[in-house]
């Protein structure tokens, strides 16, 4: 075994700092991409999330099943992405906590969805209820993670990022200027050269793991990834 340099020390030190969001992130080819990485989930491989899937669950941010599996294409539910969320970011109160009906103090996801709630990423329903199983939609994960880190994309341009997509229209009003943003950030994944969004479909657990890791990116807490299926 050779002896490691002083410069390997260095680098193994400042990739630590960026992995505590204490430095920012460098691209150097030197690098191990999270593309070469194993995140052990056997259905995983050559899957187009496999980089960002496997690169958050080496964070320890995310888990899959017993079984071994991480079941990409299976629905995220409300719950499961407080909790990324929360382990992801970290984040801090904004306002004050709110009690809801259907996560009682023994609900397994109780405290990340109190911490992700005061914290402005998501919020409850009219009738006092949080609906911790059910599903996210992929324009509400885009709006969450934008309002609930205040992300600001870069200079608008006059090419309006919404204009290719055939079902922009479908968009709800509230969440169009918001959608355009998560575009200019690059938190939008969707079919290589298919110009839809599909903004009302049901989330995958890859797709929201993708938003949140290109979250990261822009947070300048991840190394980018090269994909063609972010837009």
Known sequence: LEPITRAEVAALVYQGLVIQAAAPAIAAEELVPPAATQGGFAD?????????????????WISGFEDGSFRPDFPMTRAEYAALLVKAFDPQPQRSPQAFSDVPSGHWGHAAISQAYQAGFLSGFPDGTFAPNHPMVRVQAWVSLVSG?????????????LAPFADAVQIPAYARAITAQAIRLGLVTTLPNQPRLYPNQVASRADIVAAVYQALVFRQRLPAVTSPYVV
């Open 44 to 60: 995983v491989s050559g899957h187009w999330a496999a980089p960002f899937i496997d690169a958050i669950a080496q964070q320890n």
């Open 149 to 161: 880190l205040h992300l600001e994309p870069p200079a608008a341009t006059a090419v309006d990022p």
